[in-house]
């Protein structure tokens, strides 16, 4: 059975600071990974899609990187802001038959302060 | 940002009462989910529906029942609330273009049966 850990569970920095986000998965016989963000009460929004032939994927301030083979995926944040506070989810897919499953971390809850 | 809706947002009910969570997109996609997620826990599939007339219950064991009428319409329903049923409940859609289907969330409802 898959699991996702995601560590820390919770992180708080101070503005401007470039700060890392951490995830592992058990199975690494996956098809993609992804990375999401979900604001207090609200849903989750996409930020990156890591293909499992990939070793990263880049969007603004943010980088995700993947070592498939470990086990680990890495949230890179540029120059954090305030705006940046939420909780970050990662989610990998596996495929089970002729289906596919997307297993979620818990989270980390990131706090950057001014 | 993405047009998938759900209502009510927060829901106080009391133990017994039929509930009806409703989830509405307007991106005429295919695909739609409901997962469940308690605080700081990982977010679990409990429905799913690949189009119209189509319903598959998820990973976790849940007593909701879900329908689809419409390609825009995807509610769900306990017909007799508990306090086990305390939880969030996010819908999801996507444009199912195979295993990099992008999911978009609407904001959830927070449910709690006293």
């Known amino acids: 059975k898959q699991e996702v850990t995601q560590i820390p569970a919770a992180l708080s920095v101070p503005e401007g600071e470039n700060l890392v986000l951490n995830c592992s998965f058990t199975?690494?016989?996956?098809?993609?990974l992804q990375w999401f963000r979900q604001d207090p009460g609200k849903g989750l929004t996409s930020l990156l899609l890591?293909?499992?032939?990939?070793r990263e994927q880049t969007s603004g301030r943010l980088n995700a990187s993947l070592d498939k083979s470990s086990g680990r995926s890495t949230l890179y944040i540029a120059a954090s802001q305030p705006g940046d506070s939420a909780t970050y989810l990662c989610?990998?897919?596996?495929?089970?038959?002729?289906?596919?499953?997307?297993?979620f971390g818990t989270g980390t809850r990131l706090q950057v302060t001014l | 940002e993405a047009d998938i809706y759900q209502t009510p947002r927060y829901l106080v009910i009391g133990t017994g009462k039929k509930i009806t969570l409703e989830c509405s997109q307007t991106?005429?996609?295919?695909?739609m989910y409901w997962y469940q997620q308690d605080p700081g826990m990982e977010l679990h599939l409990i429905h799913y529906?690949?189009?119209?007339?189509?319903?598959e219950k998820g990973d976790l064991s849940s007593e909701s029942t879900v329908s689809r009428i419409r390609t825009e319409h995807f509610p769900l329903t306990l017909e007799s609330a508990r306090p086990s049923h305390t939880s969030q409940y996010l819908c999801?859609?996507?444009?199912?273009?195979?295993?990099?289907?992008?999911?978009?969330f609407g904001s959830g409802t927070q449910l709690s049966v006293l």
């Open positions: 999801a859609s996507s444009e199912y273009k195979g295993l990099n289907e992008k999911l978009f």
């Open positions: 199975d690494s016989a996956i098809y993609n």
């Open positions: 890591i293909q499992s032939s990939q």
């Open positions: 989610a990998v897919r596996v495929i089970t038959g002729t289906a596919s499953k997307l297993t």
């Open positions: 991106m005429g996609h295919d695909k």
């Open positions: 529906s690949y189009g119209v007339n189509s319903t």
